[in-house]
Structures are given as structure tokens and as C-alpha cells.
């Protein structure tokens, strides 16, 4: 017996882009149709939280017979099976690569140390087993303060052949992604970017919505750690749902690339050559920035609605100072991540529960492992009285 999600046949594919971004997809069953027709039963993998993220939570779960894939691909793992023998597979059980990333026709995945040597044969069932993919990136994890991962390449698949990456060979990394429909122009080796944050992204959609609902107007949106701008992607692309934007970032191949996505969004006009924060049409406001001076560069204070912070690891020192950012005049919402000790999150939420008025809805949750001792959390805070 295996969990599915019981999802319309209208919501299909949009909702098997989320689950497979996200790593949830069950791996090795079939999506099936229901006994009425009416509905698809999407298996979920173990890795899926019980209760899911929006959009998701709007589909019930049934625990179903799983049925088989029995696709004519075999999955990678089989492919690498027959490449190196079931004993050799077995022995390194946990450390193979069964989860990746596909950002564009970029597989990003990491390469623990136990199979290095048998990279090359990774490469090639993965390859096989996804023949759209042109390039495959080990991930080494986020550097220094753009967060930027370090990605190198390790297989190209050039006029059709599969082949492993000279060290130091470049290849294009700058792709256009798909998130709820919405394209985003991204490079990861140059400025964050991950499709798993996107169940995050559509929960502050959610929010937003919720918000302008609760004001009565479009609102304005503030993204200080905006990175190329997929947040801004569900918020932007909805029809009156925003009048104001801040997007910014320290990172100036991160503006360059966001500057970009709002030209193709809102018709934003602007210079790839000057990256500096201005105000680049009414109420579109984009560039460079430290947020730490976010305050002194005459873009409006007091203004913004929606407040969205996300440098997990930093959230809690950022959040007083940019507090001065948002229209205390009328409902507001932040929404972030952050990083705590894994008995911390009580304490956690009582700190920020300082710098709101009292009646504020704060919600800390905890969404995965970020190391043995810390969790990576899902922050909102929704303030409905005016700050004193
Ligand atoms: C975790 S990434 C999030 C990017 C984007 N919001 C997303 O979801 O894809 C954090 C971003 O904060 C930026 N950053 C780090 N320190 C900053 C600072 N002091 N001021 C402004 N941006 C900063 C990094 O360059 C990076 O793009």
C-alpha cells in the first residue's frame, strides 16, 4: 500500500512539476487513473512532508495499492545496475545520487565521496535514463554571501553522445525555467537559484493574495534577497495583485538576470549594463544592494505590504532593521526562512514576537534538516493592528 495524491485531471501536470522540483514524486509507480475517472492518483515518495504545502493541500491522500512502472525506459539505477553489477550497488546503497535537481536541461546532483569512482557511469545511466538532459552539474554546496552554489560541470551531452567534462571546460549555464507556468531566466552558477523553494514561493503567493484581499487594493512588495526574482514570478505575473516592487540583491549577476525576468514579466524597461538600484518604471523599483543600507537609498519607507526575507541565516538579524520598510498603517505580512537549533524555534518565535503588536499570528515551521543540529523553517508573520 503507498500514499497518493487525488489530484483533478485538470491540475495533473502542473501539480507532477511541483512534486517532481520538490523530490517528492513517488519513484517506480505508475500515475494511475482513479476507479471514477474523475481524478489521477499521483504516487508520493517517503521523502513527501505528511502535510503538504499549497497548492497541494488541496488534494486528499489515499493510501492505494501502488502500481508498477513498467515503463520501456528503465530508471537510471537500473542502467547503473547493469553497468556495474548489483553487488557494487548494494554495497553503496545510501551514498548513490538518488535525488537531483532539473533546473532547464541542467541535471545539478551531488557526488558523495563512497561512488566518485563510478562517476562515470552515474553520468551515463543518468543521462540515458533523462534524455532531455544537456549537462549534468555536481553541486559542492553554497559559497560565500551570494549564496551562489559551486557547481561544475561533470557530463555533456553533445550531438547526442554522452561524454564526462574536462576539468575546467565551459559549458552555457544560463537557462529559462518553468515555475506555475511562469518562465524564469536563471543561472545557477552565477546567482542562487533552486526549484525546490518553489511550494515556499507559492505559499507567499497565497499570502499575498490573502492580503490584498484584506486591504483592498494591489499591494506593494518589498524582495531585499530577491536573487534572479522567481517570488516575484507568482506575484508579479497575476493580474492586480501588485503595485509596487523592491527587488534587490548583493549580487550583481543576480540583478542582471532579474532585470531581465521583469523586462519579459511587466514590460520594465532596462540597461544590462547599469545594475545600480533605481526606479526603473512607476512603482518598479530593482538593483544592487546591501540591505543593510537599504533604508538610506531613497527608495519609500513606511510603503511596502509584503516583506520577504529570505537569507535564512541572517533572518533574524535583518528583520528589525527592515521593519521600518513596511506601511504599519494598515495590515501587513513577512514572509521568510530561517535557520535554528533544533530546540530553538519556541525561543525563536518569542523574539520576533517582540518586534510585533501584540495579536500578531507568528508561525515558525519547521520544514527539513539543514544539519544534524539545525532546522531550516518556514516563517510567517501575518500583523492585522498598526505597530505603535
Ligand atoms: C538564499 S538566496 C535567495 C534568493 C532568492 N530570494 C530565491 O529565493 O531564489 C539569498 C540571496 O540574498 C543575497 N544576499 C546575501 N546577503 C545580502 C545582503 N546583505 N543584502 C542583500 N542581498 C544579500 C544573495 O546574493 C542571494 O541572492
Redesign the pocket.
Known amino acids: 500500500m503507498h500514499p497518493h495524491l487525488v489530484v483533478p485531471n485538470s491540475e495533473v501536470q502542473n501539480t507532477i512539476d511541483i512534486l517532481t522540483a520538490e523530490g517528492w514524486m513517488g519513484e517506480n509507480l505508475r500515475i494511475h487513473a482513479s476507479p471514477d475517472r474523475e481524478t489521477r492518483l499521483i504516487p508520493l515518495s517517503i521523502q513527501a512532508p505528511q502535510a503538504l504545502p499549497p497548492p497541494l493541500d488541496e488534494f486528499p491522500i489515499t493510501i492505494t495499492l501502488g502500481i508498477v512502472e513498467d515503463r520501456k525506459r528503465p530508471s537510471w539505477l537500473q542502467l547503473l545496475r547493469d553497468m556495474i553489477g548489483e553487488p557494487l550497488v548494494e554495497k553503496h546503497r545510501k551514498s548513490w545520487p538518488s535525488s537531483h535537481e532539473l533546473v532547464g536541461d541542467m541535471m545539478i546532483l551531488k557526488v558523495e565521496e563512497p561512488v566518485r569512482e563510478f562517476q562515470s557511469q552515474i553520468i551515463r545511466s543518468k543521462m540515458a535514463a533523462n534524455p532531455n538532459i544537456r549537462l549534468i552539474l555536481e553541486d559542492r554546496g553554497v559559497k560565500g554571501?551570494?549564496?551562489v552554489r559551486d557547481l561544475h560541470p561533470i557530463g555533456v551531452r553533445e550531438n547526442g553522445k554522452v561524454a564526462p567534462v574536462l576539468e575546467g571546460t565551459k559549458y552555457p549555464t544560463k537557462v529559462v525555467t518553468k515555475e506555475s507556468g511562469h518562465q524564469i531566466v536563471c543561472d545557477p552558477t552565477l546567482?542562487?537559484?533552486?526549484t525546490r523553494?518553489q511550494t515556499e514561493r507559492i505559499t507567499t503567493a497565497v499570502e499575498a493574495r490573502k492580503l490584498s484581499e484584506t486591504i483592498g487594493t494591489g499591494i506593494n512588495v518589498a524582495?531585499?534577497?530577491?536573487?534572479?526574482g522567481?517570488?516575484l514570478a507568482h506575484l508579479v505575473n497575476t493580474h492586480g495583485l501588485v503595485s509596487s516592487i523592491l527587488a534587490?540583491?548583493?549580487?550583481p549577476e543576480?540583478i542582471k538576470l532579474l532585470n531581465e525576468n521583469l523586462s519579459k514579466w511587466i514590460g520594465m524597461p532596462s540597461d544590462p549594463e547599469i545594475t545600480g538600484i533605481r526606479e526603473w518604471k512607476k512603482g518598479v523599483w530593482s538593483g544592487v544592494?546591501?540591505?543593510?543600507d537599504l533604508l538610506e537609498l531613497g527608495i519609500p519607507i513606511g510603503f511596502w505590504n509584503l516583506l520577504?526575507i529570505?537569507?535564512?541565516h541572517?533572518f533574524i538579524d535583518f528583520l528589525p532593521l527592515l521593519l521600518p520598510l513596511l506601511d504599519s498603517s494598515k495590515p501587513f505580512v513577512v514572509r521568510g526562512r530561517l535557520v535554528c537549533g533544533n530546540g530553538e524555534i519556541e525561543d525563536v518565535r518569542s523574539l520576533i514576537s517582540d518586534y510585533f503588536p501584540n495579536g500578531s499570528d507568528i508561525v515558525v515551521d519547521p520544514r527539513s534538516e539543514y544539519s544534524p543540529n539545525t532546522k531550516l523553517c518556514s516563517v510567517t508573520i501575518r500583523t492585522f493592528a498598526p505597530i505603535e
Open positions: 554571501e551570494h549564496r546567482a542562487y537559484y533552486s523553494l524582495d531585499p534577497f530577491c536573487g534572479v522567481p517570488a534587490s540583491d548583493l549580487n543576480a544592494a546591501n540591505a543593510e520577504i529570505n537569507l535564512p541572517k
